[in-house]
């Protein structure tokens, strides 16, 4: 068997993007490969069918949809000069390709940057565009107004100005004045039309069966955005609005129609803040009501450094709701009908990334145990079928098999995984590393993880765990709020105690903790509190939540909802900040952010590492350019390498 090494990421195919034809004859993915000069990704999409996938084309924008069975429509250019001319003019360029001839033919151009959202029907399609209401002139205006607009871009280029939070996102950049415009384009008219107002930012959407009806959901400009949105509907034919559900009250997550009833997973935040989980509610005859109270995570919240880019975690079919719900260390699909009543269609022994509905079933990109990603066929009746081995050459190297470990808590249990060294004979004395997941509120199960099977495959043992805080356990166990380095800690520690008494030949000198986000915030939070760990690797992580609240993208409600502490009150916040301790730490700590972070920014990094810099503690800083949150699986290939080598210098330094 071949060992995994840092570098056998770059040979791994990343599915995503799944889509489906509009009456279910073909679908239609990208498998996307670091380039041999790991500067980016390769993409190409692939077509599939109930029974094979073949590949369509190169492409350098994951954005397309389907306009009919035969026919795709791509955002994409031809050449790089065409590519740096459409960037200088704000243009963006769609083209129309068959899948018998795969030629490349120009549809339509929009004088703005934006994207497919989707098909209404054979002639009209959506777009978005991220546009603040000065932009508008760019379709809106004669050629001299266009002109002066994009010289007065340029010469704003050197600042900016907001009166607004956030203003900038995290892998978006400054985003302040700016809302998601919807638009519709008649290909056989050439006509583009804003369908909303130009202060109203929109979040999701659904079409009526019949089409005629745009469920969305968003708001209006706010100067401190809130996490609620309001639900309304669009009528094409006499371009008219109404409310649905007044903004203010819910959380949308996504809407479905079904038989005629929109179906929508929303969620209030009075219970358990922001991380509450949704319930399924339905508008019919002019009312919204609750359909089915839920309390589970929807969606796929297994974490991983083996995905690229999402897919659709529900679908429609044969009058039901089918949609992805993350179960304790699995994935479930699950389906809803309009009586309110839940079942289980599947349970997956891995996570479902996305899946989208065919003629003959479900198809869905899942990681099925040990397996990276692939494609599945499921019949509703039966086993799901693999499809496609982009990944197959996967099963030559040494993936070793996580074997499960389960403390008792006081009124819960903690479920964990422990991998071990096929050197591993409980004789000689191994090093070990404590991985801990983001989130918080994601959750670790037994699918592939690259960084830990690079460490087991080096000889260490690697353990990681689900401690409260975590997904898949319903709304209380993942309440986390006022409450960072309390359950969570205590949970981490005796799992941690657990391991070590279970698997005696591990190396109680030679123990190291590793965390990304908020994993990194516990990695701090632990060697403030105790000794036992012989080096540390924080990850992107928040150290101190006073900065925080000003500096992050989600600072000016996340702090507040996960300390459960106005942001006045910073003697509070300090002590729930590991920085707070940083004189009690004496462990070696390697400290890696993104510069481009603003998610957890890079200045939480900076003082962590001053501080423990000027008290001599042995401290390193991995400082990434260009790079944002998320980097250890979204970033560059180049990125993603050079931290996982410096990772492997730093164990191995104290090994």
Known sequence: ????????????????NLQSSPNGKHYAFLASKAKDSLQGYDHVLHIGTRTSTKTFMRLNSANYCFLDEETLLLNTHTTKQEAQENRKGFLSVFYASTLSDKKLTKSFSVPFRARIEGRRNVSEVLLSASMAPEDHVLYEGDKKEREDYVSATMERSFFEDFDERPYYQNGGGFTHGKMRQLFSYNLKEGTLKRLLPKDFSFEAFAFSQDKKTLYYTGKTKEEMNTMTSGLYAYDFEHGTHRVLCEHGT??????????????????????YGLNQNPDFYRFKDGDFSLLKTYGES??????????????????????KLYFLSTIDDHVEIRSLNLKGELDTVCRYDGGVDGMVSQENGIFVVAMHAQKLQEVYAYDL???????????????????VKPRPLVIKRQGYEV?????????????????????????????????????????????????????????????????????????????????AE?????????????????????????????????NMFKAAISDSSITNWISYFGTSDIGH???????????????????????????????????????????????????????????????????????????????????RMKRLNVIEEWLERFR
């Open 1 to 16: 068997m071949k060992k995994i090494q840092a570098k056998t990421f770059t040979k791994f195919f990343f599915l995503g």
């Open 250 to 271: 819910l959380a949308f997550m996504f809407l479905e129609e079904i038989d005629r009833i929109l179906v929508a997973a929303a969620k209030s935040t009075d219970a």
């Open 298 to 319: 929807v969606g796929n919240t297994l974490s991983t450094d083996c995905k690229l880019m999402p897919s659709p975690v529900k679908t429609s079919k044969d009058g």
């Open 381 to 399: 009746t039966a086993k799901p079928r693999q499809v496609t081995q982009f990944n197959a050459k996967l099963s030559e190297h040494n993936v």
């Open 415 to 495: 479920k964990g995984f422990v991998l071990l060294p096929k050197e591993y004979d409980g004789f000689q004395k191994f090093p070990a590393v404590l991985n801990i997941h983001g989130g918080p509120k994601t959750s670790y199960g037994s699918i592939y993880h690259h960084e830990m099977q690079h460490w087991v495959n080096e000889g260490y043992v690697v353990f990681f765990a689900n401690p409260k805080g975590s997904d898949g356990k319903g709304d209380d166990f993942a309440d986390l709020r006022g409450c960072y380095g309390k359950d969570d800690y205590e949970d981490l520690m005796a799992f």
């Open 498 to 530: 657990a391991v070590l008494n279970e698997y005696p030949a591990i190396d109680r000198g030679k123990l190291f903790v590793a965390g990304q986000s908020y994993g990194g915030f516990m990695v701090n939070w632990i060697i403030a509190h105790t």
């Open 557 to 639: 409600f996340f702090t507040e909802d996960q300390t459960a502490l106005k942001p006045t009150n910073m003697e509070a916040l300090l002590r729930q900040s590991p920085l707070y301790y940083a004189e009690d730490i004496e462990t070696p700590l390697l400290l890696i952010h993104g510069e481009k972070d603003y998610r957890c920014p890079i200045e939480q990094a900076q003082q962590f590492y001053a501080l423990l810099k000027w008290r001599g503690v042995d401290v390193r800083f991995l400082w990434m350019k260009n790079e944002g949150h998320g980097f250890s699986f979204l970033g560059s290939p180049q990125a």
